[in-house]
C-alpha cells in the first residue's frame, strides 16, 4: 500500500501554504514537524479530502483519492486537532454515534466499541456523560473514535495532547504495534512523542519540506544528539 503526494499545493487567498510538496507513504509510522503554519494541518486537510488543493495528485492504489471518494473516505481515520462533542452524550453513545457515520454494521460496532474502551481505559466511564471527563478522557475517546472500523490509513493531529506522562507512553507504543500494516501520519510539536518510533520523520517550514529521513538520519545529518535537536537546527 503507497500513498502518494506529486507537487500537492494549496493556497489560502495570496498565501501559499502548501507548496509542491511530494511524498511516498509506504506502511509504517511518520512524524509531521513543523512549527504553528508550517502547512502541517493544510496537509492532513487534503489527505482527508476536507479541503480542496490547487494544483498536485493524492494517489492511493493508482487511483487519485478524489475519484475514490466514499471508497477512500472507508479506509482513513482522522483525528484533528479540534474537535467538539455532545456534552450529555456518554461515552458509549459518542462511539455509537461515530460507528454510525462510518456506515459500520450494529454487530461489528458493538464488539469494536467494546475493545476500543478498554483500550483506551474508559470501559468503567463508558456510560459517564462526555462532559464530564477531562481532558485527557477526552483524548483518550478521540483516539477510541478514529480507530473504528479498524482504518488502512491514520491522520493523527497533536494525538497525545492532554495526556499524562504515561498514557503519552502508552499510546506510542500503541501507534508502534498498529504500524506494521497502516500507514500513520503524527503531527505533533512534541518532537519526543515519535522520536522512538518513527520510521520517517518529515520537518515541514511554510509549506514546505526542508529535510526529511529516519531520525537517525537526521541526527547524524545535523551532528547533534537527539531529534529535538536536530529540529531546532533544521527549522532555525
Known amino acids: 500500500m503507497e500513498l502518494i503526494l506529486e507537487d500537492v499545493s494549496k493556497n489560502y487567498g495570496q498565501t501559499r501554504a502548501l507548496d509542491k510538496f511530494s511524498y511516498v507513504f509506504k506502511c509504517g509510522i511518520y512524524g509531521i ?97 462526555v462532559g464530564g471527563f477531562s481532558g485527557g478522557m477526552k483524548q483518550r475517546l478521540y483516539i477510541a473514535a478514529t480507530l473504528l472500523d479498524d482504518p488502512d490509513i491514520l491522520f493523527l493531529d497533536e494525538p497525545t495532547a492532554g495526556l499524562d506522562p504515561k498514557e503519552r507512553v502508552d499510546f506510542r507504543t500503541f501507534l508502534s504495534d498498529l504500524s506494521k500494516d497502516k500507514i500513520i501520519l503524527v503531527a505533533t510539536h512534541v518532537v519526543s512523542d515519535v522520536e522512538n518510533i518513527a520510521d520517517e520523520v518529515i520537518v515541514m517550514k511554510n509549506g514546505h519540506i526542508i529535510k526529511s529521513g529516519s531520525p537517525d538520519v537526521l541526527k547524524e545529518d545535523t551532528a547533534t544528539a537527539s531529534l529535538e535537536e536536530a529540529y531546532m537546527v533544521l527549522t532555525a
Not at 47 to 71: A, H, V, Y
Not at 88 to 111: F, I, N, P, R, T
Request: net charge positive; no cysteine.
Open 33 to 129: 514537524l513543523g512549527a504553528n503554519g508550517a502547512g502541517k494541518s493544510t496537509l492532513f486537510n487534503l489527505l482527508t479530502d476536507n479541503i480542496k488543493r490547487q494544483e498536485g495528485r493524492i494517489m492511493l492504489g493508482g487511483r487519485d483519492i478524489l475519484d475514490m471518494g466514499r471508497d477512500y473516505r472507508r479506509l482513513i481515520g482522522y483525528m484533528p486537532q479540534q474537535q467538539g462533542f455532545y456534552d450529555k452524550m456518554s461515552a458509549v453513545s459518542y462511539l455509537k454515534y461515530v460507528a454510525y457515520l462510518k456506515g459500520m454494521k450494529k454487530k461489528a460496532s458493538k464488539e469494536q466499541i467494546e475493545k476500543l474502551l478498554e483500550l483506551v481505559h474508559l470501559s468503567q466511564y463508558k456510560y459517564k456523560r
